[in-house]
T-cell receptor, first 110, second 117 residues
Framework: QKEVEQNSGPLSVPEGAIASLNCTYS??????FFWYRQYSGKSPELIMF????GDKEDGRFTAQLNKASQYVSLLIRDSQPSDSATYLC??????????FGRGTSLIVHP | GAVVSQHPSWVICKSGTSVKIECRSL??????MFWYRQFPKQSLMLMAT?????????EQGVEKDKFLINHASLTLSTLTVTSAHPEDSSFYIC?????????????FGPGTRLLVL
């Protein structure tokens, strides 16, 4: 059973702080890793994807992948109240079918 | 990012009727289409996976005769909920995927909220 684990939260950070979201996965054959943001009542929207070990930066977002430790994280710098949402981690492995975590609720308070 | 449309966005229907949901990838050709269902405050639940021109592969516990999936082309897929019942009320989301294995990017439609009375 392939699993993707996320802390459900909520993770509460003050505006302007760095929010750190973590995700671990069980399938060592996983190849593709995605972070999605989902606002209440809306469908997920892609924030970032990462395929290789290391960091990938896109604006205020940085994805970090460590395949040896089987974790992927998302850092949000200069957090804004509009970043308040549920963040979903998704992993695609050898079956080419994505497995989603249950999501971490992030609250950025002014 | 890629543009994906779903129609309708909202459906309210009586128990026993069938509901058809369309998903279109507007600016790319999807190699694979995933259909998800999401109940309130829960994560996405994969229902089925389909490739253009092939029969869909359903996840365990999903009735293939109740949830009919047609993947007519690389830009259009439909999900028909047959003889809908109140327990089928949920948020249905299509997800076309672009790219080859190991390099996929998965996008989501805006979702269809189904309420069965």
């Amino acid at each position: 059973q392939k699993e993707v684990e996320q802390n459900s939260g909520p993770l509460s950070v003050p505006e302007g702080a760095i929010a750190s979201l973590n995700c671990t996965y069980s399938d060592r054959g996983s190849q593709s890793f995605f972070w999605y943001r989902q606002y209440s009542g809306k469908s997920p929207e892609l924030i970032m994807f990462i395929y290789s070990n290391g960091d990938k930066e896109d604006g205020r977002f940085t994805a970090q992948l460590n395949k040896a430790s089987q974790y992927v994280s998302l850092l949000i710098r200069d957090s804004q109240p509009s970043d308040s949402a549920t963040y979903l981690c998704a992993v695609i492995g050898g079956s080419y079918i994505p497995t989603f975590g249950r999501g971490t609720s992030l609250i950025v308070h002014p | 990012g890629a543009v994906v449309s779903q129609h309708p966005s909202w459906v309210i229907c009586k128990s026993g009727t069938s509901v058809k949901i369309e998903c279109r990838s507007l600016d790319f050709q999807a190699t694979t289409m995933f259909w998800y269902r999401q109940f309130p405050k829960q994560s996405l639940m994969l229902m089925a996976t389909s490739n253009e021109g092939s029969k869909a592969t359903y996840e365990q516990g999903v009735e293939k005769d109740k949830f009919l999936i047609n993947h007519a082309s690389l830009t259009l897929s439909t999900l028909t909920v047959t003889s809908a019942h109140p327990e089928d009320s949920s948020f249905y989301i299509c997800s076309p995927t672009l790219g080859s294995p190991g390099g996929e990017t998965q996008y989501f439609g805006p979702g269809t909220r189904l309420l069965v009375l």
